[in-house]
């Protein structure tokens, strides 16, 4: 604990230093040389109401209307979700084998860890408060463990 409370006022010792410098615009011929190297990273840790599926003194839901063509709004239903995700995915500016321009590459996440993650049930229905007894909707889900991705995705104009 004592190292963690050390290396946390260092850091901050150090942005402060770096802040103190003040930012300044970079011209082309400076901004043509920066490189990212590997791209930015961006870690997600999701916890979402992070207690057992089966607690029944929890009782959250989401709701997302949709208006029909009749006018009337119907709604999708997910009853008490919970759980937590951990998951990250990295983006970067690639350069085309054939020539072609650059694209951005969305690495799609390697490794995603889910404990407890999932819903108790889901249902589409008129009333998005009205409850609706659990051997009458169209299921529940609960995930635990690991999923492993690899690949990108590829974006580019043209």
């Not at 770096?18 to 082309?28: C, E, F, I």
């Not at 590459?105 to 995603?112: G, M, R």
Request: aromatic share 6%.
């Amino acid at each position: 604990m004592y190292k963690k409370l050390l290396s946390f006022i260092a850091g901050i010792c150090v942005s402060a230093g770096a802040l103190s410098q003040g930012l300044r615009p970079l011209d082309d011929g400076e901004l043509s040389k920066v490189s990212g190297k590997d791209g930015i990273g961006i870690m997600m840790d999701l916890r979402l109401n992070t207690t057992s599926l089966t607690d029944s003194s929890a009782n959250g839901h989401v709701a997302l209307g949709f208006k029909g063509e009749d006018g009337k709004t119907n709604y999708i239903v997910v009853k008490n979700p919970r759980g937590a995700l951990f998951t990250g995915i990295g983006i970067d500016v690639k350069n085309r084998t054939d020539g072609g321009p650059d694209y951005v590459a969305v690495k799609l996440p390697s490794d995603t860890l889910f404990s407890n993650f999932g819903f108790e049930s889901i249902n589409a229905q008129s009333d998005p408060a009205a409850v609706v007894p659990f051997n009458q909707t169209l299921g529940g889900l609960k995930i635990d463990g690991k999923m492993n991705m690899t690949g990108e995705l590829r974006l580019w104009s043209h």
